[in-house]
């Protein structure tokens, strides 16, 4: 059974950072996509950003690019989300997802019905 579990959510003002990490545990994941959604006014889950564990190919949202990094600790058991100037309107809640397998990469990381594994969600809210 595979759990995701995120934390590094919390409060900042705008133009400030925070780094999302979300650990991995069970057995039974060992690599594939995994992404960071977060909930908006318009989708349930708007992807962000996107892994590719295996070869390491990153994918952005156009809201994500040149502020947000996705990547995995050498063990590949946590996956982090840094942040960058922070705005306003990232305040959500985020998610991370996996899905054994690169198909959900290839199509483009950021349709979550792919993802199989999701974690529990972690607050963000950036202030002016």
């Known amino acids: 059974h595979v759990q995701l579990a995120e934390s590094g959510g919390g409060s900042v003002q705008a133009g400030g950072s925070l780094t999302l990490s979300c650990a991995i545990s069970?057995?039974?994941?060992?690599?594939?996509?995994m992404a960071w959604f977060r909930r908006t006014p318009r989708k349930f889950r708007e992807g962000i950003a996107a892994?590719?564990?295996?070869?390491?190919?990153?994918y952005y949202a156009d809201s994500a690019k040149g502020r947000f990094t996705v990547y995995q600790d050498d063990a590949k058991s946590t996956l982090y989300l840094q942040m960058n100037n922070l705005k306003p309107d990232d305040t959500t809640m985020y998610y991370c997802?996996?899905?054994?397998?690169?198909?959900?990469?290839?199509?483009?990381?950021?349709?979550?019905?792919?993802?199989?594994?999701w974690g529990q969600g972690t607050q963000v809210i950036v202030s002016l």
């Open positions: 069970g057995d039974t994941y060992t690599s594939g996509c």
């Open positions: 892994i590719n564990t295996n070869d390491g190919k990153t």
């Open positions: 997802a996996a899905t054994s397998g690169g198909r959900a990469c290839r199509r483009g990381g950021f349709d979550s019905d792919e993802y199989t594994y």
